[in-house]
């Protein structure tokens, strides 16, 4: 295993490559002394995927048939990340050798979060909101 020290890179980097027959996925996080104070150490890990290519012919049904699944589970993985799509222009293109999805997606992202709060009462017995964070 390589080491992690020779690596650079910015804090909470994870990238991914493919090489070799082997998808890598490295994720690296800058170590702190404060808040704001950044050390020039870095931690992380390397992880290989082996696979193998496979050359395989579908039928023109069978191939639309797995892009559109390929295509829903990555529909299914941006709603599960609480992304909304509100345009989607996906088209499946079939020519002689290959089976392509492309397009479009514009999705919308929540800017904020719920935040918990609690009611405290004041000493004129009245109700308030008091936010936790303070």
Do not use: W
């Not at 170590?31 to 696979?51: D, I, S, V």
């Not at 609480?82 to 999805?101: K, R």
């Amino acid at each position: 295993m390589e080491s992690l020290r020779s690596m650079t890179g910015t804090a909470d980097q994870k990238t991914e490559k493919r090489e070799n027959g082997a998808d890598e996925e490295v994720s690296l996080q800058q170590l702190y002394l404060t808040e704001n104070f950044a050390l020039p150490f870095y931690f992380g890990y390397r992880q290989k995927f082996p696979f193998e290519v496979q050359k395989e012919t579908y039928s023109e049904h069978e191939a639309k048939e797995k892009a559109s699944q390929n295509y829903q589970k990555f529909h299914r993985n941006l709603s599960e990340k609480g992304l909304q799509i509100s345009e989607n222009h996906v088209t499946i293109e079939l020519n002689d050798t290959s089976c392509i999805t492309k397009g479009t997606l514009r999705v919308i992202e929540r800017a904020v979060e719920a935040q918990p709060c609690e009611m405290q009462k004041m000493s004129d017995g009245k109700e308030t909101m008091v936010d936790e964070q303070q």
